[in-house]
């Protein structure tokens, strides 16, 4: 049975000395620092672009909400315009009873009919408002995630950078950016 022979090539024995030691701390911590911003920017993004979807979702809800205020005050209106047709009737048939007694009584129809119509109109209206306050809360919201999330993808870049150069005025920048980055997606999750 022929032995076998183990051959070592030059990248070999760089790999088992790289085993047996301790591998380069800087860069170590440069890479965990970049997975935990990377982490941190994902969420932000994810952030970002929920707030942008609900302040879309609330102010295409308050454009349907104002179709149907309008549609309330159309048909207010039209009940308004009938109250006035009755009351026209009502004088102009002075001389007949019967007629002028139907006329007064559809005024008071109308005049009854055309309270809920109001109120469910303001009702809706209001609605509207609170949507489009809720719609621009959330915009802004979604500005400082954006803003969050840019400056930790800046941040991350820096320290791509900063494994490169090893500079340490770059590393610390890299940690002022992210910095920065970490506490704007903390004003915009503390103002939701």
């Known amino acids: 049975m022929p032995e076998e022979y183990e051959v070592h090539g030059p990248h070999d024995h760089a790999v088992e000395h790289a ?12 890479a965990v620092i970049t997975a935990i911003l990377a982490t941190i920017g994902a969420l932000c993004a994810y952030q970002s672009g929920n707030s942008e979807n609900l302040a879309l979702y609330y102010k295409n809800e308050a454009a349907i909400r104002k179709t149907e205020a309008s549609n309330q005050w159309n048909y207010y209106q039209a009940k308004g315009e009938k109250e006035n047709l009755a009351e026209l009737g009502a004088a102009l048939s ?25 109120a469910k109109a303001e009702a809706i209206e209001k ?9 621009e809360a959330l915009l802004h ?8 999330t840019t400056l930790i993808q800046v941040a991350i870049a820096l320290c791509a950078i900063t494994l490169l150069t090893r500079k340490k005025w770059l590393r610390n920048l ?17 103002s939701a």
């Open 141 to 148: 919201g979604h500005h400082r995630w954006a803003q969050a």
């Open 127 to 135: 609605e509207v408002v609170d949507n489009d306050a809720r719609s």
């Open 19 to 30: 085993g047996h030691h301790d591998a380069d701390p800087f860069a170590s911590r440069m």
């Open 94 to 118: 002075a001389g007949n009873a019967d007629a002028h007694a139907k006329f007064l009584a559809d005024v008071d129809k109308y005049k009854q009919q055309k309270e809920p119509i109001r």
């Open 174 to 190: 890299s940690f002022v950016v992210a910095g920065a980055g970490v506490i704007t997606g903390a004003l915009a999750f503390f």
